[in-house]
C-alpha cells in the first residue's frame, strides 16, 4: 500500500496549496445520482489523487432531469460518465467526436432476475414474461432476441416498480446489479435469482470516460492525469480506506444510505464488475480491440446499429492499458 500512502501524502500538499499550484480545474458529470457505482471518482477527490497530478476535479451528479453529456457536447464540462459502448456508437453515427478513453467497468450490471426455483438458468429465463422498460428492449434485449432467442411476445415493459415481479413468480424483471435484487432482498424478504447478462456474452463495457477528441489534441496531459487519477481511485476505493468518498456520495445523493453503498460495494466486488478480465493484467480500465469490435459487430447482428460506423473512433487505448495501480489488489 506504499504507494496508495504516497498519493495520499501528495494529495495533501497539493490541496494545501491548490492557490500556488493552479491546479488545472475539471468537471467530471456522472450520468445518475451519487452511488457507491462512481465511488472511485469521488475517492480520488477526497484522497487528494487528482490534485497531485495537477487537477482540481469538481464531480456534478447526474439524474432525470440532468443531461451532463450535452454539457459536455457544448464544452461546458470536460469529462462525462457512459452509460455503455451503444452511445459512443450512436454518436459516431453522428459524426460526434465522442471518445470513450477509459472503461471502469469491465462487466456491465444490467441483470435480469427471477424468482429462485422458477427460473434457476439463463435458459429457463425464456420461459418465462420478462418486465423490460423501453431503453432495454430497443438495446440488450435486441441482442438477447437474436443471440439467445427471447421473443417480442414474452417481453412486457418495466414501470420501474418491482410488485407485479414480487406478486407474480412467472415473472422475471430487468435490474441494475444493486439495485433490484437489493429492493427484492429488503421488501420482497428473499433473495432472487440473479443473472448478469454480460455473463451471458453481452460485452460492452460499462461506466466509460468520455471526453471530446478535441480535449485529447489539446490537453493530453489533462486527459491522461484524470485517467490515471480515476484508476487509482477505483482501486484505492474498492481495496482501501473509502470513507471520506463515501461521506461525499452520501452528501450528494440525501436518498443514498451506508447500507445501499455496502451492498454496491460487495456485489461489485462479487461479480468482477470492476477488476475482472482484462483489467486483471492491463489495470483497472482496460479497454482491447477485440472487446470493443466485438461488440460492435453483435449489436450489427441484432440491429440495434448500423454496419460500416467508424467503431475505431470510439475510444482509444492511449491512457490505459499499462497496469497502473495494480500492485493496490489485495
Known amino acids: 500500500m506504499m504507494l496508495r500512502t504516497s498519493l495520499i501524502a ?13 491546479n488545472t480545474p475539471v468537471v467530471f458529470g456522472t450520468n445518475w445520482l451519487a452511488q457507491a457505482e462512481h465511488g472511485g471518482f469521488y475517492q480520488s477527490v477526497a484522497d487528494g489523487t487528482y490534485a497531485a497530478c495537477g487537477l482540481d476535479v469538481e464531480v456534478i ?21 457512459g452509460g455503455d459502448l451503444l452511445q459512443a456508437f450512436n454518436a459516431a453515427a453522428e459524426d460526434i467526436p465522442v471518445v470513450a478513453v477509459a472503461a471502469i ?21 425464456r420461459d418465462l414474461t420478462l418486465l423490460i422498460g423501453d431503453n432495454g428492449f430497443s438495446s440488450y434485449y435486441q441482442w438477447m432476441i437474436a443471440a439467445h432467442g427471447f421473443t417480442v411476445e414474452q417481453r ?34 428473499f433473495t432472487p435469482n440473479v443473472f448478469l447478462i ?12 468520455e471526453t471530446m477528441q478535441a480535449t485529447i489534441d489539446e490537453s493530453p496531459e489533462v486527459v491522461e492525469c484524470f485517467v490515471n487519477g480515476s484508476i487509482l481511485g477505483w482501486y484505492n476505493y474498492l481495496y482501501g480506506d473509502n470513507a471520506a468518498a463515501n461521506e461525499m456520495i452520501l452528501a450528494a445523493n440525501p436518498d ?12 461489485m466486488l462479487e461479480w468482477g464488475i470492476v477488476d475482472s478480465g482484462d ?7 482496460a479497454m482491447t480491440d477485440e472487446v ?25 487505448t492511449q491512457f490505459v492499458n499499462q497496469g497502473l495501480g495494480r500492485e493496490l489488489r489485495p
Open 10 to 22: 501528495l494529495g495533501a500538499v497539493a490541496a494545501a496549496t491548490s492557490a500556488s499550484a493552479q
Open 61 to 81: 451528479s447526474g439524474g432525470p432531469q440532468v443531461n451532463n453529456r450535452a454539457l459536455m457536447l457544448a464544452d461546458r464540462i470536460q469529462f462525462h460518465m
Open 105 to 125: 467497468f469491465q462487466k456491465h450490471p444490467q441483470v435480469i432476475v427471477a424468482h429462485p426455483g422458477v427460473a434457476d438458468t439463463w435458459e429457463e429465463l
Open 156 to 189: 412486457q415493459p418495466y414501470t420501474f416498480n418491482p410488485a407485479p415481479f414480487l406478486a407474480d413468480d412467472q415473472l422475471g424483471m430487468q435490474g441494475y446489479l444493486s439495485s433490484e435484487p437489493y429492493v427484492i432482498e429488503t421488501t420482497g424478504g
Open 198 to 209: 454480460a455473463d451471458a456474452g453481452y460485452s460492452s463495457y460499462a461506466t466509460t470516460i
Open 256 to 267: 443514498m444510505t451506508q447500507d445501499k453503498i455496502n451492498f454496491a460495494i460487495s456485489k
Open 279 to 285: 483489467a486483471l493484467e492491463l489495470g483497472i480500465g
Open 292 to 316: 470493443v469490435g466485438g461488440f460492435y459487430q453483435d449489436m450489427v447482428d441484432a440491429g440495434v446499429v448500423e454496419d460500416g460506423l467508424n467503431w475505431q473512433a470510439t475510444y482509444t
